[in-house]
């Protein structure tokens, strides 16, 4: 007989969970809605958003997971180091908890 997963194991899993889980936090929130208009690398998040780069480096990490945000381009620093540029995919984000299930809209951006 096969185990069944529980509410929680299930939501676990359920992309809308985490998109709205990733909303709610403040920092992500900060971060994706802050690259919106144009791209920004990790550094200039980090020094504007006075957030700990390893911390925006973590929050980029999912929320680029997610395809809340895209790799706008990549630039070459002076040193020869390369680094990515970030932009929102989205400009908007509209959550219903009407339902027993939550409704999730995301406006391109």
């Known amino acids: 007989m ?3 997963l529980t509410l929680p194991q299930l939501k676990k899993y359920d992309i809308t969970q985490k998109v709205i889980e ?3 936090d403040a920092e992500s929130r900060a971060i994706l809605f ?3 208009k144009s791209g920004k690398t990790a550094a200039e998040l980090s020094e504007k958003l006075k957030i700990p780069l390893s911390s925006v ?3 980029l990490t999912d929320l680029e997971e997610l395809t809340l945000i895209e790799v706008e381009k ?3 620093s002076d040193k020869g180091r390369k680094f ?3 932009r929102s995919r989205i400009s908007k984000a509209d959550i219903s908890i009407k339902k027993p299930e939550p409704i999730l809209n995301l406006v391109p951006n």
Do not use: C, E, N, T
């Open 2 to 4: 096969a185990k069944r």
């Open 22 to 24: 990733a909303l709610a």
């Open 34 to 36: 802050s690259i919106i």
């Open 57 to 59: 480096y973590k929050k």
């Open 74 to 76: 990549w630039m070459l």
């Open 84 to 86: 990515k540029v970030y």
